[in-house]
């Protein structure tokens, strides 16, 4: 019987260790540093970079070549919600239940903790030593993948158009579109990563690549349903804001229960993806469960 | 005689040629497209992808090789510029003659545009066509020396120590510890990567970053001279906003008479880190003088 909780805790004390050397070595004991150590360390569920590792081991590799990514990942992933939870985004006061960035800091010192979180996660990328010449081209190839799943091609694409989803009712195609991107483009490419870091073979990448598309859907659904039926104190952060700030949800498009049906197909969909993978592949078939049972 | 005026001309054409083309690649008609494109493309002075390409002349390079690093630069220093005139920031509302990006779209499609733009710039420089293997390690090289300038121990520190000092008056230390930083960085990391793209020797690099030193600090006092004694129309923005908002200048500091001696005093002395170089290294001189006679 395979241990979600031990593996999930292993994996991201290894992530919090790797990202807390990569803050000691870049720091200078100023306010920039604290700001930004203040976010990454704030306690994430480190769900991007497991995924990044796992997706290493699952097709044969080692986890400690895809732990330089992995970092870059959470990273990119922090540095988003810093500017996400900004006054002129989402406003938010609450996140990984501690004040966010601007309101602990100030929204200046937000924008550029986000700015240097992001432009770090590339200097990581491109400071991991290579010893052979493909290795170099591999990592070239790695910082291409992540650059656009972050960009204005992917996830900065669906916050656009998650903020001009504000105040109108998405259809279901949009609201699916706007997701895929907001949070499904670094989902897939942090397992994409893993993957071809750990020497994937074509077909296997193009099954964790369906494997990533359903459960970052169902990811979201159940971000969704947590903002609807969740526990506040377990989460962190408040819920009903979403139908507070007319948000388009899964439950306000389909009601609680087909979104929650919803969310079981996408998760049997992903664990299908998983089918031709040997046992290797456990933590990525338990970490589908998780994701749709998880309470915060 | 050497044709500064025609130069300038020649290498923005080709640095904006790229940068549409870049933008073109990436578009997908969105608005953040929309906001990208029109704070990249607004008419800016192109200084730092010109010393970029102009580094590696001066060491018998082709500045096509650099053309790319040049226009991640550019793209970079667009970025910052867009989050610097946000109104959590320096509150700007004109920006190269035209209205800053915020004003344009909202507040946070500026903050979505600048993150796009240093993620393209990084991905850019990923997608470098790398035909032999040292070459890949050159391109993470320069990524790395790139991402460095721009962080939390380059740019974004100036920015913070920028804002630190608002409302209180530096001292001359700590006025070019904070210029060194916020407009050195990237001036000197333009140089070193185009003189490092065209193979420079250790002896060289060494002078072309003494150059960019003194440049990159002249170009700032110059700057500050500007704001007091510039013409509006000229620069497409208002002056007199330095004093307005007490920041720290030269001419604050030194007076007008004083601040123009010491730009040209480190004018003199980026020409002498020049002197070991041939004609190629005409430009680079012509660059310093013109920095500190320019309008705008």
Known sequence: MFDLKLYLNEKSQIVNEALADILQNNQ????????????????????RPVLCLAAAETVGGNPADALTAAC?????????????????????????????????????????????????????????PVNSSTRAAEWLQI????????????????????????????NLAELEAMHTLKTGAL???????????????RAQLAHLKSY???????FQVADDILNVAGNPEMMGKAVGTDRLNQKSTYPALLGLDAS????????????????????????????????IERKR
């Open 72 to 128: 870059a990942m959470e990273m990119i992933h922090t540095y988003s919600l810093i500017h996400d939870d900004l006054p002129a985004m989402d406003n938010d006061e609450l996140r990984r239940g501690k004040p966010t960035c601007h309101i602990a800091f100030d929204e200046a010192t937000a924008v550029l903790a986000g700015d240097a979180l992001l432009t770090l996660a590339f200097e990581v990328l491109a400071s991991v």
């Open 260 to 291: 929650r049906q919803f969310a079981r197909k996408l998760t049997h969909r992903a664990l299908q993806a998983l089918e031709t993978f040997d046992s290797k592949a456990e933590p990525l078939r338990a970490l589908a469960t998780y994701i």
């Open 143 to 170: 910082t291409r993948i992540i650059a656009v799943a972050a960009g204005s091609r992917g996830m900065i694409q669906g916050q656009m158009l998650d903020m001009a989803a504000e105040g109108r009712r998405l």
């Open 28 to 47: 200078q004991d100023e306010i920039i540093d604290e700001a930004m150590r203040y976010s990454l360390m704030a306690g994430g569920k480190r769900i």
């Open 212 to 218: 990533a598309r359903n459960i970052g859907l169902a």
């Open 187 to 201: 989902i897939e490419a942090s397992l994409h990563c893993g993957a071809l870091l750990a020497r994937a073979s």
